[in-house]
């Protein structure tokens, strides 16, 4: 059962990442499906995405979605990897953010953080970006938590 539409998001300035980033928030990406491709300019990754605007979490009702998902960047000059070792094919990550640094307008780093301290670092002259729903969502039992004991907002740590 479908909750929501397939999503087609397109990124152009940073408030549109924002919005990316929010859809793509606890997607599950593997190693294998990280791709840059320097002579075409381009980086992508195939998720497995947590539909949160579908997310139904009602007392009485508790319905979760997943949904294959590519997110794809244009204008890349270099991308560089921290934490993630390429050879570790079926390593599983755990996207939190995306995020714009700028630099010399246009231009600038898209930012890609993972749970545990892995990171992406995309070097692009500007930000373009697209992220398709591929295929149909399926049924996942939990929704995604994090544990925030030890963030600076709750006084402890």
Known sequence: MT?????????LDEEDLAVISTHVQDAIVRVVDLAFRPAERRFALAMNRFDWEGAIADPGE????RRRAILRFERVLAAKTLGINPRATGTALELLAVAFAPAEPPGGAILLTFAGGAAIRLEVECI?????DIG??????????????????????
């Open 3 to 11: 909750i929501a539409d397939p999503l087609r998001l397109i990124a």
């Open 62 to 65: 508790r319905r979760f979605e």
């Open 128 to 132: 373009e970006a697209q992220l398709t």
């Open 136 to 157: 149909a969502a399926w049924a996942t039992r939990v929704a995604p938590e994090h544990d925030l004991s030890d963030s600076p907002e709750t006084g402890s740590g």
